[in-house]
């Protein structure tokens, strides 16, 4: 029988706030275990919490973002359960009033666009961390982890295929990173998801069994942990078997995903009405300024690059993969002034190329060595034929070492285009000249040869002669003019 798998994904973004949402406690990565906790986030009796008003202005944006409605008075609620790295035996959440229900997140995925619907997004805290290898095969907690914000996005079984997953994952990275709300950073546990997963006839619209799949942090964990789920699944199915709803766990050394526990449903977490907070209104003053902070997300502005600057898909995507890319490639383009579509597109190859071979992150582009107004006036001197292409680039290198403009650097090192027209000529007829045989082959009809040419008298002049000037004059001389 064929089966079609069944996706759903509910992705976990810390929020990038400087202190925990019921607490003033630091939400610093890498601190010594325990060391940013207090009453409140340890769960001491009495301790009360209050709301971190900057974690609901964050969860805002990305409701907004994501063109949720956002739910005038949301509650939160105890979810209950036992773990070590859960002190208070509960963790905050929300359950039955969620902050914001509804909306869609656009996808770009092999050049196919599509909407994976939102059933909601809420907040809560985090849990601590148990790590399983401590001396003497003890179990070690550290609670820097619990009550640091987090949105959790549910999204409906919207997705049939792994890469497509991943993919959402990525794109809900870029628009959080975008909207400034959180740096996205998987290994540090700032971004990941569980993913359920069901197979079904094809046709048949009835849900099959899900598992769901725990804490992946990673998009190509989220990728092979479900392409092994479907193929786990479709297996069993195969057989004859049942797919037995559980939660389980993807082990990358092996591939595979490993039975943890049966699957939870709400009933058992017992959920009940927080009674230390209050319910929490979103006034329209709040909502409007949430509004007025949205940037140009992501896909939008790839689109903008793409229909107004006339880039290509390749450029455009590469360009908004961070927003302070996007930002340096606009601000070059901006202090370039009056730029074609030819000089657009080649400050924006010359970021790709020059500028990320040179800075680890793509988002480093906000502090780079050379600014954008330091790059568009060495493109300027490409424009005015001052310097050529490939100097541009050695160029370049120079003020990355040593921050001097293009043109100091230029002409402290005789790097000019040469302005001797006579004296391109005569390297150009020298070249012909020591090179009788490639002479004869361009005649006979290998026109492509004609590199050959160009290469030697770029050698020769080290660079310098007009790339434009080079070209004319030896399809001139190889033509037979004089």
Known sequence: MSYEAVIGLEIHVQLGTRTKIF??????????????????????????????????????????????????????????YFYPDLPKGYQVSQHEKPLAEGGAIEVLHEGERFSVRLNRIHLEEDAGKTTHDGPGHTSLVDLNRAGVPL??????????????????????????RALGISDGNMQEGSLRCDANVSLRP???????????????????????????EIARQRALLDGGGQVVQETRLYDDARGVTLSMRSKEEAHDYRYFPEPDLPVLVIAEAELAAARAELPELPLARRQRFIDVLSLTDDEASELVRERELGDYFEAVVAALGDADAREIKRAA????????????????????????????????????????????????????????????IARAEDLFVEQDSAAVVAEVER???????????????????????????????????????????LREKLAGDD
Not at 56 to 79: E, I, N, P, Q, T
């Open 151 to 176: 949105i959790e996005i549910v999204t409906e079984p919207d997705l049939s295929d792994a890469a497509a997953a991943a993919e959402t994952m990525r794109t809900v990275r870029g628009i959080v």
């Open 202 to 228: 094809v046709g048949q619209r009835t849900l099959g069994t899900k598992t769901e799949i725990k804490n992946l942090n990673s998009f190509r964990f989220v990728q092979r942990a479900l392409e092994f």
């Open 23 to 80: 607490c003033g406690c630091s939400t610093a990565f890498g601190a010594p275990p325990n060391e940013h906790v207090c009453p409140v986030c340890s769960g001491q009796p009495g301790a009360m919490p209050v709301l971190n008003a900057e974690v609901v202005r964050y969860a805002l944006r990305m409701a907004l973002a994501c063109g949720c409605d956002v739910r005038r008075d949301s509650r939160f609620a105890r979810k209950n």
């Open 431 to 473: 070249v012909l000249a020591a090179s009788p045989e490639e002479v004869a082959q361009y005649r006979s009809g290998k026109t492509k040869i004609i590199g050959y040419f160009v290469g030697q008298v770029m050698k020769a002049t080290r660079g310098k002669a007009p790339p434009q000037l080079v070209n004319q004059l």
């Open 349 to 408: 190859n010359f970021i790709r190329t020059e500028l990320l071979s040179r800075i680890d992150d793509a988002r480093d582009a906000a502090s780079a060595r050379v600014a954008p107004q330091r790059l568009a006036e060495l493109l300027a001197l490409v424009r005015a034929d001052r310097v050529s292409s490939k100097l541009a680039k050695t160029i370049f290198a120079k003020m990355w070492d040593n921050r001097r403009s293009a043109e100091e």
